[in-house]
C-alpha cells in the first residue's frame, strides 16, 4: 500500500513539473494549430479571397460600363465589410494565443502575492 501512494505522489510530482514544459511546447504548438484552423474555417465562410478574386468580374453576366462599375462598387463594399469581420476574427485568434502564452505566468504570479499576503497575516 505505501508503494502504490509513493509512486502515485512521484507521478503527481512528475506532472507538475512537466506541465510548464507540456503548456508552451506542445500546448502552444495545438493550440496555434487550432487557431490556424479556426482562422482558416472563418475566411471559408466568409469567402473573403473569392469575393477578392472576382471583384473585377460583372455580376450577373452583364458586361457593359454600368454592369462593371455596379458589380466593382458592390463587391468592394462587400470586400470592406467582409475584410473588417476577418480582422476581428484575427483579434480574437490573438487574444486566444495571448492569453495562452500568459495564463500560466500570471497563474503563478497571483499564487505567489497570495502566499506573500498569507504570510504576512501569520
Known amino acids: 500500500m505505501c508503494d502504490i501512494m509513493f509512486t502515485i505522489t512521484i507521478e503527481i510530482f512528475k506532472d507538475i513539473l512537466y506541465f510548464p514544459i507540456w503548456w508552451y511546447s506542445r500546448g502552444l504548438a495545438q493550440t496555434l ?50 475584410g473588417i469581420m476577418m480582422a476581428f476574427w484575427l483579434l480574437v485568434g490573438a487574444f ?15 499564487i505567489i502575492w497570495q502566499a506573500i499576503e498569507l504570510a504576512k497575516l501569520a
Open 33 to 82: 494549430a487550432w487557431i490556424k484552423i479556426f482562422l482558416k474555417n472563418r475566411q471559408e465562410s466568409l469567402a473573403l479571397f473569392i469575393w477578392v478574386k472576382n471583384i473585377f468580374v460583372p455580376m450577373y453576366g452583364q458586361s457593359d460600363l454600368v454592369g462593371h462599375l455596379i458589380s466593382f462598387f458592390i463587391r468592394l463594399v462587400q470586400i470592406i465589410i467582409r
Open 96 to 110: 486566444i494565443l495571448i492569453t495562452w502564452v500568459l495564463l500560466p505566468i500570471l497563474v503563478f504570479g497571483q
